[in-house]
């Protein structure tokens, strides 16, 4: 049997006496798009850390592609293709959009000892920069420094940065927080074609947005998954909307 893309084995995790994360099982599987919502505190954000490297569980495994990766270090779980975005942005504000993206590459692209080299002559970095440029819709913005960017348009170049180095699995971490109803809903369908065959795991507050992309959804409660499907059946989950639906009226997708 082919392995899931992401599989969490009864992961544990505590900060001191406090167990945030409590025996998480879960399998995302390959070309899915699974959203874990849950309220503020629930730890969603750490199981994010746990996945990509940042953390380190302490009990359980993590699987990528079926291999172990609990405790690697976040670039080795990238290099193994887990790309993870932020809640608070990660960009550069100084440097343009297009030089954004070409720093994203030049890791993935095997440059990690050739940073004396200037960024302009790697014609293979240029290249797949504009390629991820236009995917995200920046090419007008190619030469703006990131700082000056929109908020909607420095959250399309995290995207960007994230899915830069042609990982297979995504982690978004809020993708549409902050944003207006218009600009949630481009950024939606932003996130739609840029992991098309790819597996995605998004962190996500707003209910529309959750239930309008995801495939299933997970709710994490008290750091336990209370509940995993399909949006209508954990839309009709009594547990689930006793525990936090019932708080978070889910709009309706278009
Ligand atoms: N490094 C840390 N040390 C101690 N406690 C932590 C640490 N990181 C997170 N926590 C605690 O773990 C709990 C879960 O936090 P986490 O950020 O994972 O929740 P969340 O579901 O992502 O919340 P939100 O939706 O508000 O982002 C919180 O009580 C938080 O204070």
Redesign the pocket.
């Known amino acids: 049997m082919k392995p899931s893309a992401l599989e969490l084995r009864d992961v544990h995790k505590s900060?001191?006496k406090?167990a945030?994360i409590r025996g998480v099982s879960l399998r995302v599987e390959e070309g899915e798009r699974l959203a874990l919502i849950?309220?503020?505190?629930?730890?969603?954000?750490?199981?994010?850390?746990l996945v990509c490297g940042r953390?380190r569980p302490d009990a359980g495994a993590i699987l990528l592609h079926g291999d172990p990766v609990a405790g690697k270090r976040p670039f080795e779980i990238n290099r193994r293709g887990l790309s993870r975005s932020f809640?608070v942005s990660n960009i550069f504000h100084r440097l343009s959009v297009q030089e954004n993206l070409r720093c994203a590459l030049l890791w993935p692209l095997g440059y990690r000892y050739s940073f004396w080299q200037r960024l302009d002559g790697l014609r293979d970095v240029r290249a797949r920069a504009d390629a991820v440029l236009e995917k995200i819709g920046l090419q007008a913005r190619r030469d703006t420094p990131a700082g000056l960017l929109s908020y909607a348009e420095q959250r399309a170049l995290e995207i960007g940065i994230t899915i830069a180095g042609g990982a297979d699995v995504i982690l978004l971490d809020?993708p549409t927080a902050g944003m207006s109803r218009a600009e949630s809903d481009a950024t939606v369908e932003l996130i739609r074609t840029v992991t098309v065959g790819k597996t995605l795991l998004v962190?996500e507050?707003d209910m529309g947005v959750a239930f309008g992309l995801a495939d299933r959804i997970a709710v994490?409660v008290g750091?336990e998954i209370i509940a995993c499907d399909a949006p209508a059946a954990v839309r009709a989950n009594a547990t689930v909307q006793e525990a936090y639906l019932g708080r978070h009226a889910a709009r309706e997708p278009a």
């Open positions: 900060f001191g406090t945030i849950g309220p503020n505190g629930a730890g969603k954000s750490t199981l994010f850390d953390a809640q809020e962190v507050h994490l750091g």
